[in-house]
């Protein structure tokens, strides 16, 4: 049964058109699948009901939405009570297969796509397959297809953007560069970078002038996939990165690779990063840079209501680099961690009517309130131009449009998280070299590929 929701913008749909996707609905479950998980329904029931949820929303913004959207839906279930577990990414990552795997698993998780996290948890069963609350609730409709893929595996956990849904997207993603505008005037820059090049330059201005280039906190070790990522899709341009993601060409050792890994530790010996970045938090970098010391900062777009807050707000920007050759910036995001139902929750239909009140329209509009940016953005959703929320917005509409938003880099094996946040921890430490960086990664990823056949 579909269900009319308020006509949205469909932003981001280019994420995985540009991954060469096929597009279908990956509801297309057969009615033996269908049955074998017994009937599904909308209703709730009427008895006393706790949902355990785990989530990583542990940011300001998106923190301050999912407690909104939680309490609304007990005020309109009051028989249900949402028990809730928020880590952060760091955390749920060590903890969320040990709890899934327990006794009393949650009823409802955030799962990382790709292979070391979904693949892993519908490997072993762990997940239900949503494809007939898929259908129940409109999913179908109301997201992009393209997007739905991003959350879909193979029942046997082997293929990413197989053919079963595990879970829907709250919010867009995008890895961009935030500027400091006051700072880049003290060193004589009015307009921000639109290349890599062109970073590289302003911020040997910025050193010159005596400030912080750029604020970087690596102690989480995730925010070297995102500034290894943010600089390589700057430089290879979307299909490049596509293609070695998705495993259909390339090699990690290529020149762009390289040279995206020499340009990081080019700024590290120049002293333009943030020193002893490494043992740095990233709420401290993203911190620092809020309170106007330092001229730049290359995380997502999570982070907008908390820098909406900062003290030289007025003076931030956003955007992203331009590849040569491309017409439009390209760079790394997609959309949020997908909301996945446990395979032994004993209560699905609740759990799916929780899934889909904190993700469909009416929750997008709770999230653009609150500084956030919804997987799908509504159509009344238009930011003043100039401010942080604006410049995301327009960033993302242009870019996911232009088919420029490049996958997450660990999404490539099951292994390559780990793989890749040590290494570019040693990038950045100066204990490996560019080539020894990118062989480290070639290494995994053609294990990956031996094993695969």
């Known amino acids: 049964m579909k269900t009319t929701r308020k006509a949205p913008l469909l932003v981001g749909v280019a994420t995985a058109l540009a991954l060469g996707l096929a597009a279908c609905t990956p509801g297309g479950t057969s009615a033996s699948s269908d049955q074998s998980l017994g009937p599904v329904s909308k209703s709730v029931g009427s008895g006393r009901t706790t949902l355990t949820v785990w989530d990583q929303n542990t940011d300001g913004g998106i923190d301050e939405a999912q407690q909104q959207l939680n309490a609304a839906f007990e005020k309109a279930h009051p028989n249900i009570t949402v028990k809730r577990v928020s880590r952060s990414f760091a955390d749920l990552k060590t903890t969320l297969k040990l709890a899934l795997s327990g006794d009393n698993p949650p009823d409802v998780v955030q799962a990382n796509q790709g292979y070391p996290d979904m693949g892993a948890f519908v490997k072993a069963g762990l997940l239900r397959p949503v494809d007939d609350y898929a259908k129940l609730y409109g999913w179908n409709d109301y997201y992009p297809s393209s997007l739905l893929k991003l959350n879909s595996f193979s029942s046997n956990g082997t293929t990413w953007q197989g053919d079963h849904l595990y879970g829907v997207s709250q919010t867009g993603e995008l890895v961009g560069l935030y500027y400091d505008k006051a700072v880049l005037a003290k060193a004589g820059i009015t307009n921000p970078p639109t290349t890599v090049s062109e970073l590289t330059e302003d911020m040997a201005k910025v050193k010159a002038a005596g400030s912080l280039p750029l604020s970087y906190g690596d102690v989480e070790k995730s925010p070297g996939i995102h500034l290894y990522g943010f600089v390589l899709s700057a430089l290879a341009g979307h299909d490049a990165v596509n293609d070695l993601v998705t495993s259909e060409r390339g090699s990690w050792t290529g020149s762009d690779e390289v040279t995206a890994a020499k340009t990081i530790q080019g700024w590290q010996e120049k002293g333009y990063i943030t020193p002893g970045a490494n043992g740095v938090s990233r709420d401290d970098a993203v911190a620092a840079f809020g309170k ?11 982070y ?24 439009t910036p390209v760079t790394m995001g997609g959309e949020g961690l997908a909301w996945a139902l446990t395979s032994k929750t004993k209560h699905p239909d609740a759990a799916a009517a929780y899934v889909d009140f904190i ?3 009416k929750a997008s509009e709770t999230l653009v309130k609150t500084g956030n940016l919804p997987t799908v953005v509504p159509s009344s959703d238009t930011p003043a131009s100039g401010t942080i929320s604006g410049d995301i917005t327009s960033e993302y509409k242009e870019i996911s449009q232009a088919n420029g938003i490049t996958p997450y880099l660990d999404y490539a094996t099951p292994t390559f998280y780990d793989t890749l946040t040590a290494a570019a921890q040693d990038l950045v430490a100066g204990k ?22």
């Open 432 to 453: 490996a070299t560019p080539q020894e960086f990118t062989q480290t990664l070639q290494t995994d990823y053609a294990a990956f590929g031996k094993s695969r056949g």
């Open 359 to 361: 993700t469909n329209a």
């Open 292 to 302: 106007g010391q330092s001229a730049f900062l290359v995380t997502g777009t999570w």
């Open 304 to 327: 907008e209501a908390t820098l909406e807050a900062a003290a030289a707000a007025k003076d931030i920007g956003f955007t992203a680099l331009t590849p040569k050759g491309s017409d």
